[in-house]
T-cell receptor, first 114, second 114 residues
Framework: GESVGLHLPTLSVQEGDNSIINCAYS??????FIWYKQESGKGPQFIID?????DKRQGQRVTVLLNKTVKHLSLQIAATQPGDSAVYFC?????????????FGKGTLLTVNP | EAQVTQNPRYLITVTGKKLTVTCSQN?????MSWYRQDPGLGLRQIYY???????DKGDVPEGYKVSRKEKRNFPLILESPSPNQTSLYFC???FGRGGTDTQYFGPGTRLTVL
């Protein structure tokens, strides 16, 4: 079946380093992708999104890269801070199917060491 | 402040005792959705609503009911809760179709069914 998944379930980095969190998707018809951050005890919080007509999108300290050729999505966090420690989810819609639905990956736990 | 609120935040109940988890958003969003989050399974959609009086099943609707009588409210009803419904529940809302726009999440409701 088609699914959204993550390459690395856990990632540990030093404060100040850059972090890269990866996500693979298998539905080539997906045209909207989104990254969420979930801190312990809280709901998922929007970080950044990207549509399939783009390869890259930048926010504040974050960049999302979309490689449609290999169906790969990544989230880059610059100068990672302790407050970035959280679980990060990618999600996709599946154009051609329902546009009312996002399918979520299982998440990557990012730990930032001081 | 723009937000999605859920009540209660924590609930312990017994098998078969009907319960309702409320969800409200103040952003005038048309789309609302319920998810459950379980370890190792990620976020799974229970039901969603495209607008008032319009709802549809997600991936795991069994054992749940919803209603959308007002735009801002989307309660989740468990008519006869069972232990396998012990989970962390999130409500979300979106201005657009849910699959093409950012979904904003509430803080979560942790439900334990004994």
């Amino acid at each position: 079946g088609e699914s959204v998944g993550l390459h690395l379930p856990t990632l540990s980095v030093q404060e100040g380093d850059n972090s890269i969190i990866n996500c693979a998707y298998s539905n080539s018809a997906s045209d909207y992708f989104i990254w969420y951050k979930q801190e312990s005890g809280k709901g998922p919080q929007f970080i950044i999104d990207i549509r399939s007509n783009m390869d890259k999108r930048q926010g504040q300290r974050v960049t999302v890269l979309l490689n449609k050729t290999v169906k790969h999505l990544s989230l880059q966090i610059a100068a990672t801070q302790p407050g970035d420690s959280a679980v990060y989810f990618c999600a996709e819609n599946r154009a051609g199917g329902s546009n009312y639905k996002l399918t979520f990956g299982k998440g990557t736990l990012l730990t930032v060491n001081p | 402040e723009a937000q999605v609120t859920q009540n209660p935040r924590y609930l312990i109940t017994v098998t078969g005792k009907k319960l309702t988890v409320t969800c409200s958003q103040n952003m005038n969003h048309e789309y609302m959705s319920w998810y459950r989050q379980d370890p190792g399974l990620g976020l799974r959609q229970i039901y969603y609503s495209m607008n008032v009086e319009v709802t549809d099943k997600g991936d795991v609707p069994e054992g749940y009911k919803v209603s959308r009588k007002e735009k801002r409210n989307f309660p989740l009803i468990l008519e006869s809760p069972s232990p396998n419904q012990t989970s962390l529940y999130f409500c979300a809302s979106s201005f657009g179709r849910g699959g093409t726009d950012t979904q904003y999440f509430g803080p979560g409701t942790r439900l334990t069914v004994l």
